[in-house]
């Protein structure tokens, strides 16, 4: 059975930094991209950042480009976003995600860490 | 950033209705479209790929159309676990963007 879960979410000052952890099981992590998609409270969904499966090819929004880092460890199954210099915007519910064969959509999502930027 | 507009934003249905909720890219994408169903507290869950390929697992009154610019979600008939919400997404380039969204609702 395929499972991602994310871990390391919480409550932040502005201008603080979190890393957030998402442990996979169930398939071949180090064949497939990774994503990290957010979501704020009541809002739509909006994609943060992806990186390919030998971390080669990694992408960014603009909303989060020089703060916030993707990167992976193949040999422990785990994804990973360190966020710097957090705002306030940048509550949200975080979710990683899996890109299904082909890499064109996510066919699998972890259940979802919140971070919560506030003083 | 190609923008991706859904409507209605949300609609009201009985069980066993026919909804449609339709998705507009800003500019074409091909088939690099993508459905999500999305229930309160919950992750989203991918319904259609690739405009019109129904996910593994995902029941047969779902399906998908389109390609370019214009796209549709089609449920034939309203069952009771698919009041939620539907979010449409492109992955034809980076970023990645979704549509704000229909909230089908009880009428």
């Known amino acids: 059975e395929v499972q991602l879960v994310e871990s390391g979410g919480g409550l932040v000052k502005p201008g603080g930094s979190l890393r957030l952890s998402c442990a996979v099981s169930?398939?071949?992590?180090?064949?497939?991209?990774m994503n990290w998609v957010r979501q704020a409270p009541g809002k739509g969904l909006e994609w943060v950042s992806s990186?390919?499966?030998?971390?080669?090819?990694?992408h960014y929004a603009d909303s989060v480009r020089g703060r916030f880092t993707i990167s992976r460890d193949n040999a422990k199954n785990s994804l990973y976003l360190q966020m710097n210099s957090l705002r306030a915007d940048d509550t949200a519910v975080y979710y990683c995600a899996r890109n299904g064969p082909g890499g064109s959509y996510e066919d699998y999502w972890g259940q979802g860490t919140l971070v919560t930027v506030s003083s | 950033d190609i923008q991706m507009t859904q409507f209605p934003s949300s609609l009201s249905a009985f069980v066993g209705e026919r909804v449609t909720v339709t998705c507009r890219a800003s500019?074409?994408?091909?088939?690099?479209l993508n459905w999500y169903q999305q229930k309160p507290g919950k992750a989203p869950k991918l319904l259609i790929y690739?405009?019109?390929s129904l996910q593994s697992g995902v029941p047969s009154r779902f399906s998908g159309s389109g390609s370019g610019t214009d796209f549709t979600l089609t449920i034939s008939s309203l069952h009771p676990e698919d009041f939620a919400i539907y979010y449409c997404q492109q992955t034809y380039n980076t970023p990645r963007t979704f549509g704000q969204g229909t909230k089908v609702e009880f009428k």
């Open positions: 500019q074409t994408i091909n088939n690099y």
């Open positions: 690739a405009a019109s």
């Open positions: 990186i390919s499966s030998r971390s080669t090819y990694i």
């Open positions: 169930g398939f071949s992590f180090s064949g497939y991209s």
